[in-house]
């Protein structure tokens, strides 16, 4: 067994030996797009701390596979111009390293941005105490959780190791390269409270008011934004339908898989809704029991029934399978909005000398009035307590939930004096938080739109039915998307995530109810 892997291995690299020396040729480096685009892919990979070394492997040993995928699709477009397309398969090859590298920068300044506000918090608390951000960076630098703060300050040593710069000055240059990203405000704080005489603490005291306003004005931009999302996804789903078959009838034309269209734009749609929404750090999980519950569906398929209930008991039970990962979801944000109540005891302990790991041993979970999932999130980190361990910062399945966990982790280790702050970050957590249930609040109607689509897409295509001729089931089939389709967009919206099992069987069981009941009630 030893010797045929050292063979494979042996052949592995004696293939990656000969792609090195091919690719080495010198007409090809001077084409590579390692060496075209060096320029870009140098400044981005210094902009996020990586060696692009990676990219330049791939430069020289992709040669082979351009080749041959180039070849392959001449061929192939010569004989029949259909398979025209596949020349975007060796321009991918090609441009795959600039794609990766403008991927990787996307990538790096949104996971920082998910870890601003909890680090600005962080700045915020050490200033309070009189410590600079210096000290904050020096808090995160074991951390789990802020892995590209620590990447931050990881590039700022650099600087002071390769360029001899002092702090201060790898920071100036980090708030440079930052540009418009709000971590840069984090930074312009510290070089006017430098230079400018400013105390750092008032600084912070500023920059977590700004952080908040600005929390508060993005939600409520996005809350203005889901309205315009309103109209043009019903103008998509009920009046084009509508128009384009009036048209159909008027031409005597029978071609209705027009409808389809609609179906057609939704991922644009949730794409639009996503790029537009403020990110609320969801994660979900799904076990390998769902998983395996949700393949257990497909011999479904060969049920003689018609195609409607077919697709209806198959979407039914897979939705089914992931209930258990919805509510899961739903105890998060249960257990978020318990968080300042247990805070606020912490902070009550605080004051009598206790420090943030004594407290949360003593506090009485059961009577400061907490949900049962609180408590039984409090009762694994006491667990993690007694054993001598740090407050897990991995217990949540909320990103604001874990940077929480891991702000209090990191007091923690200050002591008594990382305990006297507990009240000033229960103050801001609170207003977090209640900018996040005004939110939610204020586009809970949404619900209401999602349950009553399946009825305005029946009077929709019933009349259509009535009119055009259309068969019923292929028009209980559009009815079905649209109304699944309507309400991805909408769970979207007001949920933050397309898992939303209950609203699609809910919606899913009203559209099959009404696909039996005669036209003839109606009209």
Not at 268 to 277: G, H
Not at 305 to 314: G, P, R, T, V, Y
Request: proline share 4%.
């Amino acid at each position: 067994m030893y010797k045929r892997v050292s063979r494979y291995s042996k052949l592995y690299h004696s293939i990656l030996k000969f792609l090195d020396r091919f690719g080495s040729l010198a007409i090809l480096t001077k084409i590579s797009p390692y060496s075209l685009f060096y320029s870009r892919i140098k400044s981005v990979h210094e902009f996020i701390g990586e060696n692009p070394l990676y990219l330049e492997n791939y430069s020289r040993r992709m040669w082979i596979f351009l080749i041959i995928s180039g070849a392959f699709a001449i061929f192939l477009t010569i004989r029949n111009l259909y398979f025209s397309s596949l020349a975007i398969i060796p321009v991918a090859i090609y441009l795959y390293p600039l794609f990766v590298t403008e991927l990787r920068k996307q990538e790096y300044i949104n996971e920082l941005k998910n870890e601003y506000v909890p680090f600005s918090i962080l700045v915020y608390l050490n200033a309070t105490l009189g410590r600079g951000l210096k000290e904050a960076f020096d808090d995160v630098a074991n951390s789990n959780f802020f892995n590209k703060i620590r990447k931050e300050y990881e590039i700022i040593q650099r600087s002071g190791i390769f360029k001899g710069h002092s702090f201060m000055e790898g920071v100036q240059g980090r708030f440079k390269s930052l540009g418009n990203h709000p971590l840069a405000k984090v930074y312009s704080g510290t070089i006017s409270a430098q230079y400018l005489g400013v105390s750092l603490a008032q600084r912070s005291h500023e920059l977590i008011n700004n952080i908040l306003s600005s929390i508060k004005e993005e939600y409520q931009n996005f809350v203005n934004k889901s309205s315009e999302i309103v109209e043009v996804t019903f103008s998509i789903f009920l009046l084009f339908p509508l128009v384009a078959i009036s048209f159909q009838i008027l031409e005597k034309n029978n071609n209705y898989s027009i409808l389809i269209a609609p179906l057609l734009l939704t991922p644009l749609m949730i794409l639009w809704v996503s790029t537009s929404q403020p990110n609320m750090g969801i994660r979900i999980h799904m076990s390998k029991y769902q998983a395996i519950g949700i393949l257990a569906s497909l011999p479904l398929l060969i049920v003689p029934i018609n195609m409607e209930e077919k697709l209806a008991i198959l979407l039914l039970w897979g939705l089914a399978c992931l209930i258990p990962s919805y509510l899961e979801i739903r105890d998060q944000e249960i257990i978020l909005n318990d968080i300042p109540k247990v805070l606020s005891e912490i902070a009550d302990y605080s004051k009598l000398g206790y420090g943030v790991r004594t407290a949360i041993q003593k506090i009485d979970f059961n009577s400061i009035g907490i949900h049962k999932q609180t408590i039984r999130v409090f009762d694994k980190i006491r667990v993690s307590i007694q054993l001598g361990l740090e407050i897990p910062s991995n217990i949540a399945r909320l990103n604001l939930l874990n940077s929480f966990f891991e702000i209090l982790n990191i007091l923690d280790k200050k002591g008594v004096e990382g305990a006297n702050v507990i009240h000033d970050l229960t103050l801001v957590i609170n207003n977090i938080i209640t900018s996040r249930q005004k939110l939610i609040s204020e586009l809970r109607t949404f619900t209401v739109l999602a349950l009553i689509s399946p009825v305005l897409f029946w009077f929709a295509t019933t009349s259509i039915s009535s009119i055009s001729g259309v068969h019923s089931e292929y028009l209980n089939l559009v009815n079905l998307g649209y109304s699944l389709a309507i309400s991805t967009i909408y769970s979207r919206i007001y949920k933050f995530t397309l898992l939303n099992p209950i609203l699609y069987m809910v919606v899913i069981a009203l559209s099959l109810i009404l696909s039996i009941v005669p036209p003839s009630l109606i009209f």
